[in-house]
Each structure stands twice: as C-alpha cells, then as structure tokens.
C-alpha cells in the first residue's frame, strides 16, 4: 500500500512540471495591465485632461491627446477636423474605416499590429447609427468609437485610445484596450462592396 501511495505522488509530481497553476488572471489583474498599458502609450504623448471649451482641437500628426470622458476612458488625437457644424444627427449613419492596435500585446512585447478595414476598400462598409445604442450593429462597435461625433465633423480623422469597457461589445471581457485610426464619413463615401 505504501509502493502505491508513493508511486502515484511521484507520478503526480513528475507531471506537476506539464501543468500549470491557475494562469487566469482575476478581473482586477486584466484592469490593472490595461492601465499599464495606456498610460505606457500616453506617456510617450502630450496629453491634455479635457476638451478646449470652444472644442477647437490642436489638429495634426503630433496633435495631443485630448481625454474626450470624464472616467479617462477614451482619448482622442485630431488629425483632421471637419467643420463642427457638420456633426451629425441622433439615427444618422456615419461610416468609417479604421485601423486598430492592441496596446496589450504592444506594451508586453513591443510589436505594432495594426488589423482593420482601411486596407481593403473592398471590405464591407462599417457605420453605426449616431447616438443609438438600440440596434445591435450600432451598438456592436461600442460607445468610444461614436464618442468623438460630439466634437468634430463626420469628415474626420482621428486616433483613439479606448480602454476595453468603451470598445467592441464583444471583447469588453477581454479587458484589451486599443488604439484606433478613424475615418468617419458620411453616406456610403468610403464604403466598400456597396458603393
């Protein structure tokens, strides 16, 4: 009995080095590496904690970094501002194509991948219904990408930093945040298969 006992212990300790404790992160552990990793991003940007009253935006490729929530969800850097009275209306389509980077993965390892639908202008067109979060495919895309509609004209460029409970529904559990360069524009310019 005791060959028994002993030979199952070691074979459970010969078979410890092939499994692995519990790697899951606690939730708090996944908001404490998002953090990180923003402010790891940010850090290497200026970055101003509010929007211009008159929302005249520093405009460019060094623009700063404008925090567009009060809670530091979502920031955003204007490339290209179109005219403020050209923001559009609650229901109105506004179509975009964008390009994102995972700042998770860049702050763990460095890299840059950028996926999205800017590449390919065959892609199919992606848009939300402006202020609606009823549907699904408006909602789908999350309320940090509408966000900037509140302060620059749909026929804008933007970067955004979208902290993961801002971003796609789908991958809010994911607790990934991303950086995005937007292209908003209105009606079906820009779109893909369907123009």
């Known amino acids: 009995m005791k060959f028994r006992l002993l030979s199952i212990l070691l074979g459970s300790l010969a078979i410890m080095p092939f ?5 899951d992160k606690s939730y708090a552990d996944l908001l404490r590496d998002e953090r990180r990793a923003v402010n790891a991003f940010l850090a290497e940007h200026q970055v101003i904690n509010e929007v211009p009253e008159d929302t005249v935006f520093i405009t460019g490729e060094d623009a700063p970094f404008y925090r567009i929530d009060p809670d530091g969800n979502v920031y955003m850097q204007v490339v290209v501002a179109d005219s403020k009275e050209n923001r559009p209306s609650d229901n109105e389509p506004v179509y975009f194509r964008f390009m994102r980077m995972d700042l998770n993965t860049w702050y763990t390892t460095g890299e840059e991948r950028w996926i999205g639908n800017s590449e390919n202008m065959m892609s199919d067109p992606t848009y939300f219904l402006y202020n609606n979060y ?13 966000l900037p509609m509140k302060f620059v004209g749909i026929n804008s460029k933007v970067n955004l930093v979208i902290k993961s409970q801002y971003g796609f529904t789908d991958e809010i559990s994911y607790v990934t945040p991303y950086v995005y360069s937007i292209t908003y524009y209105p009606s079906m310019i820009g779109g893909g298969s369907e123009q």
């Open 134 to 146: 009823t549907l699904a495919s408006s909602a789908y895309y999350g309320y940090g990408l509408q």
């Open 19 to 23: 499994t692995s404790c519990d790697d």
